[in-house]
């Protein structure tokens, strides 16, 4: 396990370059729980602030590499979700990369369950919100950045 | 996508239209060349499912996930042993029309950079897949596809599981054209 998550982390920071990828902080409570799923590619999720100007600043990147990761995503702030899924043959030289991004403004009593898929060059990406105190869950469409309006 | 096969795909695209010295213009002529073509494919399938709820899951899953910018890269040593880079560019574009007694859902690509394109473009990006949907009654609907025989697996899989119900995942584009 600890060979495999070198070698995720080895491969976020060359898909990054010198980016300045960095871990998504952790923080509690964590209101954020990541099942993921995957075969013959790696996936990482990298989480932003979306500012009042409708601008993404990077916050940090959470390499999916076991069944159920649990972070915290700050509540009544919206942030941006990108999952990416990475494929990278070494021998023949190539890589490619899928990403699907949504943004999320998590509410205060609320948890939410990610899961993400990837299979057979087919993936998903669902987000659930559930009331913590009613337990009522639903689904939520996705909301692409271009949704954003300035305040 | 493996740039490497890029001619190759290019190849099997033209392939498709056999010797033809432009592309399909339109939804309608993609449909009359691909079934005589070397390389194209048609599949026809009955679903469970009615005309409207499987013309709302076209709508709703093809503008998540089709209407993508894919960039692939791809190194390559040359006879001299410099090492080669080389990147495409290709924007897909989806598109489902629907009425009362039809959908149809159309899928284009553009090279944005990267590939030369020789043939007369029509607006939005050659056709790459057309599918569409008719009712056999209330519950039934017949679904039509029309697509590359090779390459496009993970885009003829994804579009099928929408049309069933089966599956709401996107294909991965990038995957696509890797020979």
Known sequence: MILRTVLILFSIVLIAGCSGTRAYPDSSPHNVRIHTAVSGVTAVMDIHRITSRCETEYVGTVALDTPSIEIAVPAGKPSLIVVTFLYSSFLRQTSRTTSYDTELTPRAKSIYNIHVSYADKIYDVRVRETDVQSSVSRELARRGPETCKPS | MNVRFIPIASLLILSLFGCVTSMPQSPAEFRRVIPGSFMGNMDAFEVNRPLHDVASTFKARS??????????TSKSRSSIG?????????????????????????????????????????AGGNYLMIVDAVPLDKSRTKITMYHPKFGYDA?????????????????????????
């Open chain 2, 155 to 179: 885009l003829v899989t994804g579009v099928k599981g929408w049309a069933t119900g089966k599956s709401a995942g996107c294909p991965d584009m990038s995957t696509v054209q890797a020979l």
């Open chain 2, 63 to 72: 503008a998540e996930c089709l209407n993508v910018t894919v960039k692939s």
């Open chain 2, 82 to 122: 410099t090492i080669q880079s080389s990147t495409v560019v290709t924007r897909y574009k989806s598109t489902v029309v629907a009425a009362s007694e039809q959908a149809e859902l159309h899928v284009q690509f553009h090279h944005e950079s990267g590939v030369v394109g020789v043939h007369k473009e029509p």
